[in-house]
């Protein structure tokens, strides 16, 4: 299985139509569904999520294809306020991509007062000028807020996939026409190893809780695509010795899950025989360690 190539990719593109094409940043609170609705909207797992705040440590590209347009979002990391390097870097990488859209979506949670945490990505957005169209999300929940109805807004719901085309029709609305920069049949630019590794990581977030989610990275250190069967080792690796034991649980279990949910969910991804091997290790301060801080925002 090859990484994705850009040149091949390019070369693909040359004769394909214009459409109305773009970048589009996705930004918002924890929990407020970003990653659902990009997984909703294109149908496919692209970015993992977690009830746990700060799941995404990178911004996360995924491609919607329809006849009029080609849309490229970022799921963003969640903007929030904390000293720590690694946390300063993860910021850096949300205010990033929105520089570098041609619009940003900013997800509100309608279940949800606001606070704090909307004050501060307003305070930033005010230093945007792309295009800001507001989405309130939930509202398959009852309402916590007021949502106003004018042409910078819209609601949606992406469990039930409803009011997506209004949503999709806002955002033609801001896109320059071009060439597409991808084939339609590319929905995301994610290497397997970065998918790999993502959805490991997801199944650590789901059966664990308070630091030791945020305290672990996945590694892929090997793939050998057999053609029917796909082979894979990959390390968890955590801050500290007792993460490491929380990880591997009685006996082995909680490894033995993770790995057993991983590989099930990647078998209906790549659609072949999953052999996944996971090994957890331990590497104290591995947030300031620059090699794995390159690997996991890069």
Do not use: C
Not at 97 to 112: C, H, K, W
Not at 113 to 119: I, M, N, T
Not at 163 to 179: A, C, D, T, V, Y
Not at 182 to 203: A, G, L
Request: negative net charge; charged residues 30%.
């Amino acid at each position: 299985m090859q990484e994705l190539n850009l040149q091949d990719i390019l070369s693909k593109t040359t004769d394909l139509k214009e459409k109305k094409v773009g970048y589009i940043a996705i930004i918002g609170r924890p929990n407020v569904w970003k990653s659902t609705f990009i997984n909703s909207l294109l149908w496919e797992k692209v970015s993992i999520t977690s009830n746990i705040p700060q799941t995404t440590r990178k911004r996360v590209l995924a491609i919607f294809n329809d006849t009029e347009s080609q849309i490229i979002f970022f799921d963003t990391p969640w903007i929030h306020k904390n000293e720590k390097e690694f946390n300063q870097k993860i910021n850096h990488e949300a205010i990033k991509s929105m520089r570098e859209a041609d619009g940003v979506l900013y997800f509100i949670d309608s279940s949800r007062p606001y606070g704090d945490e909307e004050k501060q990505i307003e305070e930033i957005l005010e230093f945007i000028h792309a295009p800001i169209i507001k989405v309130y999300t939930k509202l398959d929940l009852p309402s916590k807020i007021e949502i106003p109805f004018d042409e910078t807004s819209v609601k949606i719901s992406s469990l039930e996939k409803q009011w997506f085309e209004e949503l999709l029709q806002k955002i033609k609305n801001i896109l320059p026409i071009g060439h597409p920069f991808y084939p339609d049949d590319y929905y995301t630019d994610q290497d397997i190893y970065f998918r790999i590794s993502e959805i490991v990581r997801e199944k650590v977030f789901l059966h664990t809780t308070e630091e030791v989610p945020h305290s672990t990275y996945v590694e892929i250190e090997e793939i050998d695509d057999q053609g029917e069967l796909l082979k894979i080792q990959a390390y968890v690796y955590t801050e500290t010795e007792s993460q490491k034991y929380i990880i591997v649980g009685k006996a082995w279990s909680l490894i033995t899950q993770i790995g057993t949910e991983a590989r099930i969910e990647l078998e209906q991804i790549f659609w072949k025989k999953v052999f996944l091997s996971l090994r957890v290790k331990t590497m104290e301060k591995w947030r300031k360690n620059d090699r794995v801080m390159k690997k996991i925002l890069s």
